[in-house]
Structures are given as C-alpha cells and as structure tokens.
C-alpha cells in the first residue's frame, strides 16, 4: 500500500543518514521502526512499548566512605550546583 505522511526535516536527514550508512534504503528504515512499534503494541505479546521513566533523577554524590557523609541543610550547596 502506498501513503504519504509529512516527516520533520530533521527526522529526515537523519534517518536518510541512517540508510546510508547501513546500506539500506529509506524505507527499510521507516518499516522497520514502524514494524517494531506495531510489535510492541500487539495485545498478549508481552513487551509493552517503552514509556519515559516518570521518576526524578536526584545526582549522585560519591563519597569515598559510603554512609559517612553527614549534610545539613547548608552542607548540601557545597556539593550539588543550584540555580
């Protein structure tokens, strides 16, 4: 079947970038994403589609003696930038 459908010219460039230097065509590529989307989608096959993680991502703070690091509330301005 054949359908038109309007891509960001980005998206574009990249994916025509992609092809390329796999040695495929454009439309190797678009089906293969299309084709693992509609996979993942299928009812009862067990893999969902990836969904963004909706936690926080708090930094992390290396100490070289893990459970040592005692901060107030002040100490903390030390360690991790703030607007």
Do not use: C, W
Not at 21 to 43: I, N, Y
Not at 50 to 69: A, N
């Amino acid at each position: 079947m054949r359908t038109t459908i309007d891509i960001p010219d980005e998206t574009y460039r990249t994916a025509r970038i992609l092809a390329a230097e796999r040695g495929d065509t454009l439309r190797q590529v678009v089906l293969e994403g299309l084709e693992m989307v509609v996979r993942a989608s299928k009812p009862g096959n067990g893999t969902a589609p990836e969904k963004q993680e909706t936690r926080p991502r708090f930094p992390v703070i290396r100490s070289k003696h893990p459970g040592s690091l005692k901060l107030g509330e002040e100490g903390v301005y030390e360690y991790i930038p703030f607007p």
